[in-house]
């Protein structure tokens, strides 16, 4: 072999491809695995794979934080988040949340969820130190209080998303801070923000109305004037609206959504007892095409007239609970038997209704096809011996929750 030949066939591929090239090739692989891969090759391409990582999940301290932020400098999303498991641990630290904030600066999304061990520090230094990031997961970091996530407000002005759930010392300055700097908040969560009151759903609607998704279950200090408030704000981007056990809320809430949102896909009002009969039924018309997922238990005053409104005109349901409705009885089924429709239900929860029975739910497998689960649960006149008396041939994949042994579907909580 001459010389110019052998020069030929010793020559080495990183030699020949620019690590812009390189980056071209790793774009194209699909798995994580196949890119772990490509970083064992050598270690030019290793650093390559690590440049150009945007997710990374972990468990580490401040010197393997830093030594982290050295590899991925292009990081995007961190989950540091801690499990129920390990909720004895403290887990994330304020000094971690320092070097968080020095070293991953390109950082958009940030999951701390159950981090016990952080406080207004910490959050001090996320809103100095990250200024693009737009999604922030503190839920149960029970230190947390307005001052710290202001603070975040303050820094982080392209926020989308906030989960505030069980942080127990937010207020309403939180919402106030929301509402002056994060315009483009699209998603926020503050279950069991129990101080949360009106005064602050209220300005949180005169600066950001863009929601798509508000989550305040067991938030009993709000009422209808503050939830009101967003709906009308936040009209064309509604999606989603949990409200569970907020005793408050009454039919102004449900006429206002009727009235202004026309998104609508998910409504949680599980516990909202003066919620009337008369706003379901204008619920149902208003949500025809929109609202998927419905969760009514506990609305005492639903009846069998306006449940059968739900059914028939809203199409698109697909999750229904009327638990604990105790009113409601088969007529509501029989109502809609006469009709042309399918229903798209996949889930049905009727626990603890003592007037339905076998002939009721067998109107109900004869309208949907789509079911996936259905749970009858201390209905008393519903036995797994008298469906199969009756002879009702459920769905392929339907489950029949009878005494609690099968996991419910988390879509309605």
């Known amino acids: 072999m001459n010389g110019a030949g052998s020069g030929s066939s010793n020559l080495c591929i990183n030699d020949t491809l620019t690590d812009d090239e390189l980056r071209s090739i790793l774009a194209k692989l699909e798995s994580e695995k196949d890119k772990e891969i490509f970083g064992l090759v050598c270690k030019r391409w290793l650093r ?14 401040p010197h393997m934080l830093r030594r982290m932020a050295d590899r991925f400098t292009r990081l995007l999303e961190l989950d540091l988040a801690q499990s129920v498991s390990r909720s004895f641990y403290p887990g994330v630290t304020d000094s971690d ?37 737009q999604s922030l997961d503190v839920s149960y970091c029970r230190k947390l209080t307005d001052k710290g996530l ?16 069980g942080c127990r010392f937010v207020t309403d300055g939180i919402l ?15 279950q069991g923000c129990t101080n949360i009151t009106n005064y602050g759903l209220i300005s949180l609607a005169s600066g950001c109305q863009q929601i798509k998704y508000l989550d305040i279950n067991k938030c009993s200090n709000v009422s209808d004037v503050g939830v009101s408030s967003v709906s009308r704000a936040c009209s064309s981007s509604l999606k989603t609206l949990k409200l569970l056990d907020c005793y408050k809320i009454g039919d102004e809430t449900i006429l206002s959504l009727s009235k202004y949102c026309d998104n609508l896909e998910t409504l949680i009002i599980g516990g909202c007892r003066d919620v009337s009969n008369d706003a379901i039924k204008s619920l149902a018309a208003a949500g025809r095409s929109s609202l998927k997922n419905l969760r009514m238990d506990w609305c005492l005053n639903l009846s069998d007239s306006s449940l059968s409104c739900i059914l028939s005109q809203c199409r698109n349901l697909e999750a229904l609970d009327i638990g604990c409705c105790e009113e409601v009885s088969d ?3 029989e109502l809609i038997s006469s009709e042309e429709v399918d229903l798209r239900l996949k889930i049905l929860k009727v626990s603890n209704c003592p007037k339905i029975t076998v002939a009721g ?8 096809s789509y079911l996936e689960y259905l749970d009858v649960r201390s209905c008393p006149h519903i036995t797994k011996a008298g469906l199969d008396e009756a002879g009702l041939h459920f ?16 879509v309605l909580i």
């Open 150 to 165: 202001a603070a975040v407000a303050k820094g982080c002005s392209d926020l989308r998303v906030l989960h505030l759930a």
């Open 48 to 61: 390559l794979q690590s440049t150009e990582r945007k997710k990374l999940a972990a468990r580490a301290g």
């Open 97 to 133: 949340l320092a070097v968080i904030a020095n070293g991953f600066t390109c950082l958009r999304v940030l999951n701390l969820h159950n981090c016990k061990g952080i406080s207004d520090v910490g959050m001090k230094a996320i809103g100095e130190g990250l200024s693009l990031l």
């Open 395 to 410: 769905p392929e994949f339907c489950k029949v929750n009878f005494n609690g042994t099968i996991n419910e579907p988390v």
């Open 331 to 333: 007529a509501a089924f």
């Open 361 to 368: 739910i067998g109107i109900l497998v004869g309208k949907c």
């Open 176 to 190: 106030e801070a929301l509402s002056k700097n994060c315009h483009n908040l699209e998603k926020l969560g503050l």
